[in-house]
C-alpha cells in the first residue's frame, strides 16, 4: 500500500527516466522509509536517487545520526551528502525555526529536481492544530502539499507519504526490519508539538478515532481556501488598475477584500504578513481620509501609501541614500534598492554622451533642478515635474537623478531628459529604478 501511495504522487509530479530525487534524510522513521521505498521504485520510474543528511550540531547525539545515514545509503549504494550548518542559538526566530531555515538552505544546494521528504499525515494532522492554536489565518493553516514544483533554482519538494499515517509507515519499517534513530527532543513534552501529538491527540482519537485523517482533511480545505483567496486578490487587483493599485475601486471593495488584496500583495513583494489589528488601522485610515489627501500607514515593515487617487506598497524603514559615481556599470545601488542600466539600441540615454563626460554621478535632487523631458518642450521645475508624475510629496528627496557633467539626464518616477536621448539607430542606455530589493516590480 505504502508502495502504491508514494508511486501515486511520483507519478502526479511527473517523476520519469532521468529525473534526480534527493532524499531528505534525518535518520528517523519517516525518511528512512521514504528512502526504502523510492529504492524499489526507483527501476520502474528510471529516476536517479541520492540522499542528504543536515548536521545541525544541536543534539549530542548528531553524530550518531549522520552516521547512520551514512551507513545506511551505503547499504543501499545510494550517493549520500552530508551538510554541515551551524544554528545560532540565540536565532530572533527560535532555535526550532533558524535550523529548519538553515537546513532547507543546505537542501536547496543539493544537484538535484526534487527533493523527497518524509512527512505524513499526522505531521499535517499535528502541523493544523497547532497553528490553529497559535492564532493562525487560513494561509497558516494550510497543508503542506504532496508536490511542490520546482522554482527559480530551487528543486521541487515532494512528499510521497503525506496521506499515509504514522502507524502505517512504522509498521512497513518494522516488516522490512528497518533500523533508524529516535530524535530524543521528539519526547519532550515542553514543545508544544509534542505536547499536542503524545497528549492532546491520543485523547481527542479516543472520542474521534478518524481525527488524524479528518484534521488532515480539513488542512487541505484550508489550503484550497487559501488558494482561492490568492487568486481572488490577483483578480482584484488587476480590476482595480493593477500596480498602483486605483483607491476609489479599492475602496468599493468589502473591508475583507482590500485586507486580502494587501496581504497578498505584501507576499508578492517579500514584506512580512501585516498584524490583523495594524491592517484594520489602514482599512479604518483609507476609508476616513478624503481621497485626495496623501496618506502613508506603516504596517510592520511595509507601509501602505495613496497619494493622488493611488495606492501601493513600499518599505517604512527608508534606507540611506549615497551619491556615486557611475562608471559603466550595470547598476549602482540605491536606497534599499537599485538603478539598472539597460543597453538598449535608439532608446534611453546616448551611451557616447554618457561615455565622453566628465563625471557621471547618480544622487538625489540638487536646488535649482529643471529639465525638459520633451523636445520643443519647456524645462519644467523638479517640483512641477514631481506633480505631473504624481509623486507624492515625501518620496521627491529620495528620487534617484542621473548628473551627467552637472545637468540632469534623468530622473527616477520621471524619465528622461529631451536633451540626453538617444538619437535613432546609436547605442543607447535605459536607467530602470527596482525601489527595493525584493520588489516585484521595477
Ligand atoms: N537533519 C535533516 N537532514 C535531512 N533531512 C531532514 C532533516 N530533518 C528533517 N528532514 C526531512 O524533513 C522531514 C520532516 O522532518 P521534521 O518533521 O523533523 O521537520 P519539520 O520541521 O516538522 O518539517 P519542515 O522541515 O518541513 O518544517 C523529514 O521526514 C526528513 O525528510
Request: aromatic share 6%; charged share 25%.
Amino acid at each position: 500500500m505504502l508502495l502504491q501511495v508514494a508511486a501515486r504522487a511520483l507519478t502526479a509530479a511527473g517523476v520519469g527516466p532521468g529525473a534526480r530525487l534527493c532524499c531528505a534524510l534525518s535518520g528517523g522513521v519517516d525518511s528512512v522509509v521514504v528512502l526504502d521505498v523510492l529504492h524499489a521504485l526507483a527501476p520502474r520510474f528510471g529516476f536517479s536517487l541520492q540522499a542528504a543528511h543536515v548536521h545541525h550540531g544541536l543534539s549530542p547525539h548528531a553524530d550518531a545520526w549522520a552516521q547512520a545515514c551514512a551507513t545506511r545509503c551505503a547499504q543501499l549504494e545510494v550517493p549520500f551528502s552530508l551538510f554541515q550548518v551551524s544554528v545560532a542559538r540565540d536565532a530572533s526566530a527560535g532555535l526550532e525555526a533558524a535550523a529548519r531555515d538553515q537546513r532547507h538552505a543546505a537542501l536547496d544546494g543539493v544537484a538535484c529536481d526534487w527533493l523527497v521528504f518524509g512527512h505524513h499525515q499526522d505531521d499535517q494532522a499535528e502541523t493544523l492544530l497547532f497553528r490553529l492554536l497559535r492564532g493562525s489565518g487560513v494561509r497558516g493553516a494550510a497543508a503542506m502539499r504532496a508536490v511542490d514544483p520546482p522554482r527559480a533554482a530551487r528543486p521541487g519538494r515532494l512528499r510521497p507519504l503525506l496521506d499515509c499515517p504514522r502507524s502505517t509507515i512504522e509498521a512497513w519499517a518494522r516488516d522490512r526490519g528497518l533500523a533508524w534513530v529516535e530524535d530524543e527532543s521528539n519526547a519532550q513534552l515542553d514543545f508544544s508539538r509534542n505536547h499536542l501529538r503524545h497528549r492532546v491527540l491520543p485523547v481527542i482519537g479516543e472520542r474521534f478515532p478518524a481525527a488524524t485523517a479528518t484534521l488532515a482533511r480539513a488542512a487541505e480545505h484550508f489550503r484550497e481556501a487559501s488558494e482561492l483567496l490568492d487568486e481572488l486578490a490577483a483578480l482584484d487587483q488587476s480590476a482595480c488598475g493593477g500596480q498602483p493599485l486605483q483607491l476609489e475601486r479599492v475602496l468599493a471593495l468589502s473591508d475583507a477584500r482590500v485586507a486580502n488584496l494587501l496581504r497578498w500583495r505584501a507576499r508578492q513583494d517579500n514584506f512580512r504578513a501585516p498584524s490583523r489589528s495594524r491592517l484594520g488601522e489602514a482599512l479604518r485610515q483609507l476609508r476616513a481620509v478624503p481621497a485626495s489627501h496623501p496618506l502613508r500607514v506603516e504596517l510592520g515593515d511595509m507601509a501602505c501609501c495613496v497619494y493622488r487617487g493611488r495606492l501601493w506598497l513600499e518599505p517604512a524603514a527608508l534606507e540611506p541614500l549615497l551619491a556615486q559615481r557611475w562608471s559603466g556599470g550595470d547598476a549602482l545601488r540605491w536606497g534599499g534598492g537599485e538603478v539598472h542600466f539597460l543597453p538598449r539600441h535608439g532608446e534611453g540615454i546616448a551611451r557616447a554622451v554618457l561615455d565622453g563626460a566628465r563625471e557621471v554621478v547618480l544622487s538625489t535632487r540638487r536646488p535649482g533642478l529643471r529639465m525638459r523631458v520633451g523636445v520643443g518642450r519647456p524645462r519644467r521645475s523638479f517640483k512641477k515635474l514631481c506633480q505631473e508624475a504624481e509623486i507624492p510629496a515625501w518620496m521627491r528627496d529620495r528620487l534617484p537623478v542621473l548628473w551627467v557633467d552637472g545637468e540632469p539626464a534623468w530622473i527616477g518616477g520621471i524619465g528622461l531628459a529631451a536633451d540626453f536621448a538617444c538619437p535613432v539607430s546609436h547605442a543607447g542606455l535605459v536607467p530602470q529604478w527596482r525601489k527595493w530589493q525584493g520588489s516585484s516590480q521595477a
